[in-house]
């Protein structure tokens, strides 16, 4: 593979003009989207008129006006689509953390009979963190986490489990769960399954109608280009709208939060995971970053990401100086989700000589360097500039510089 074979892959690129509706840095390859997405253009004008003109002329007003008291339902019909999911399944709010929460323990007391939360041993801290906290305030009796390897899944579905709780990509190597199979099997065990779509929605298809998915959270921030901290989004399947009841009973999930009753009944659609006022600001930035998805085939965002991955691999293998660097992520690209995960003893220094250079990328303890693919925006040339720079910071031994070996706050 040559310059010329990278240029003919963006020339070809049907997603290539996607790129000119972001605000990209110059000289600066950037393969970090699986953690902060870039910044869609339409987002700041969006933001200057929610500031300017909304809030600042129109002040309350604005709630009607500019139906800010609809962000939250109007983004959550925009993730939709992304995500498989019927209209009026999915819901704008908080982060992550607090959905699964209220997710969790929605689950548990659908199937109250059992206390076991089932989850992997690799998955992102927070959820099994959310589980903990939620086992020490209702009791082992009433919510238990138990751990396993990914590859041990499927074998520990069984009678006592009441939640299964997945991240359908791993935010460490990049392992794809299939979502339809490890579903489908616990459902014949009476197990109900939340998914955390945190590095899915956005980089490949994901259909939780199609797979009768039970719940599910997703993020903002990443693929979908929110912005950081952008609010967060779950998903509930319509079938359990009626029978579910979520804890954080704020005043926005009551079916008539206007009338200021003081005893708290539940809207009895996706409204009643709704908890507190909607931050207007940072979900009108997400709800302009959607409107890149409008035309997007995620189909093609899918075989985009694959031979973005592909070529990365490749590239990689050309340079001997790199055989120190060791695939982590599945080889198989049906196995793996928009992003590579190498490991190496100075994975850490690595990756921030390369910020220095202009390359972002990103480090996971204890030993991973990550490298993530946004097909709305990533080009195969920044592909080949990206290995090129690792070529020199590799072989010029740069990264053994004191200054990449200091500890940050945010890695």
Not at 97 to 113: E, Q, T, W
Not at 145 to 166: G, K, T, W
């Amino acid at each position: 593979m040559n310059f010329d074979d990278i240029s003919a892959l963006d020339k070809a690129d049907p997603l290539a003009k996607k790129r000119l509706e972001f605000d990209l840095p110059t000289n600066t390859v950037y393969l970090d989207g699986n953690s902060l997405g870039a910044l869609p253009t339409a987002v700041k004008s969006r933001i200057a008129d929610v500031v300017s003109k909304q809030w600042g002329n129109h002040l309350i007003r604005s709630w009607n006006d500019h139906h800010w008291i609809d962000l939250p339902t109007n983004v959550g019909d925009k993730i939709a689509p992304i995500v498989g999911a019927e209209l009026g399944q999915v819901i704008c709010c908080d982060s992550i953390s607090v959905n699964l929460f209220k997710l969790l323990s929605s689950a548990l007391s659908l199937n109250s009979a059992r206390s076991i939360v089932l989850s992997t041993q690799d998955n992102f801290p927070t959820d099994l963190y959310m589980v903990q906290g939620l086992s020490e305030l209702l009791g082992p009796d009433l919510c238990q986490l138990q751990l396993v390897a990914e590859e041990q899944i499927e074998q520990s579905l069984n009678e006592d489990v009441a939640v299964l709780l997945l991240t359908q990509v791993n935010f460490r190597t990049g392992q794809l769960l299939n979502m339809e199979k490890l579903t489908q099997l616990a459902h014949k065990q009476g197990i109900l399954v939340i998914w955390d779509l945190a590095h899915s929605a956005g980089a490949l298809p994901v259909e939780l109608d199609k797979c009768k998915v039970d719940f599910a959270v997703g993020c903002g921030y990443k693929y979908l280009n929110g912005g950081p901290g952008a609010p967060a989004f779950l998903y509930v399947a319509k079938r359990h709208h009626a029978l579910v009841k979520q804890p954080l009973s704020g005043w926005m999930g009551h079916a008539k939060p206007f009338t200021f009753d003081p005893e708290y009944k539940s809207a009895s659609n996706i409204n009643q995971f709704l908890s507190g006022t909607p931050c207007v600001i940072s979900m009108s930035a997400l709800d302009a970053a959607l409107d890149v998805w409008q035309d997007v085939d995620i189909l093609e965002i899918r075989q985009k990401s694959i031979a973005l991955c592909d070529v990365f691999i490749r590239t990689v293998q050309m340079h001997d100086c790199l055989h120190e660097l060791k695939l982590c992520s599945p080889s198989a690209a049906n196995q793996r989700g928009s992003q590579l995960a190498f490991s190496h003893d100075n994975a850490f220094a690595i990756c921030q000589a390369l910020i220095e250079k202009g390359v972002i990328a990103d480090f996971r303890a204890p030993n991973i360097l990550r490298f993530g693919f946004t097909p709305l925006y990533t080009s195969f040339e920044d592909i080949w500039q990206a290995v090129t720079i690792l070529v020199d910071v590799v072989t010029s031994e740069l990264y053994k510089e004191p200054r990449f070996n200091l500890a940050l706050k945010v890695t």
